[in-house]
């Protein structure tokens, strides 16, 4: 079975500094992808960023970046430059690549202060 | 990436009463799935429709329940039947690209049953 880890319900960050969120996830399957998503206040799902488990290099997409450590089985989302926007809720997901079904973990909840 | 919508966006619904909703995606696609989100909850994925094939459904969701189709490459809907106040929530559709593991979503549909 397959389990993701976000321990931090809520994260505060000042407009324009970094800030990471943490995932640690669980599988035996070596081959898996992990997924970050943002869910605004209007509830819609937004795609952020991917990394999959044979992937050398940490995906990056604009202000999001993935710290991939295998090791540690753990896939943090780093923000930088925060704006105000960036307020939402924000879910680690993994999904086996033999599987199709995106665990989630609980979210954390970010709020950006100006 | 893919454009997905969602209708309705939102309903207010009796209960022991049945909603039909439909997802429609700007592409086509082989794989597409239907998650719910309760109240404060994480995504928790209720079925795997293919096209020309039937859904298949995780544990603690039946066919009964949850009817759904797949006509073509770019549309399904998801019916909640005969419902209660403990199906009040958001439905997701999403959809993965045939070229990569990513997965986007639709906007998403609020039910509150009274």
């Known amino acids: 079975a397959q389990k993701i880890t976000q321990t931090q319900p809520g994260m505060f960050v000042q407009e324009k500094e970094a800030v990471t969120l943490d995932c640690t996830y669980d599988t035996s399957d070596p081959s898996y992808g992990l997924f970050w998503y943002k869910q605004p206040s209007s509830g819609e799902m937004i795609f952020l960023i991917y990394q999959g488990s044979y992937d050398q290099q940490n995906a990056t997409e604009g202000r999001y970046s993935l710290n991939f450590q295998k090791a540690r089985k753990s896939a943090n989302l780093v923000i930088s430059a925060s704006q105000l926007g960036d307020s939402a809720m924000y879910f680690c997901a993994m999904r086996v690549l033999s599987g199709y079904a995106l665990n989630f973990g609980k979210g954390t909840s970010l709020l950006v202060t100006p | 990436s893919a454009v997905i919508s969602q209708k309705p966006s939102r309903d207010i619904c009796q209960r022991g009463t049945s909603l039909t909703i439909q997802c429609q995606v700007d592409s086509q696609v082989t794989m597409m799935f239907w998650y719910r989100q309760q109240p404060g909850q994480s995504l928790t994925l209720i079925a795997t429709?293919?096209?020309?094939?039937?859904?298949?459904?995780e544990s603690g969701f039946v066919i009964d329940k949850f009817p759904i189709s797949r006509p073509n490459l770019t549309f399904s809907t998801l019916t909640v039947s005969n419902m209660s106040p403990e199906d009040s929530s958001i439905y997701l559709c999403?959809?993965?690209?045939?070229?990569?593991?990513?997965?986007?979503f639709g906007p998403g549909t609020r039910l509150t049953v009274t």
């Open positions: 429709a293919n096209q020309g094939s039937e859904a298949t459904y």
């Open positions: 999403s959809v993965e690209m045939d070229t990569t593991y990513e997965q986007y």
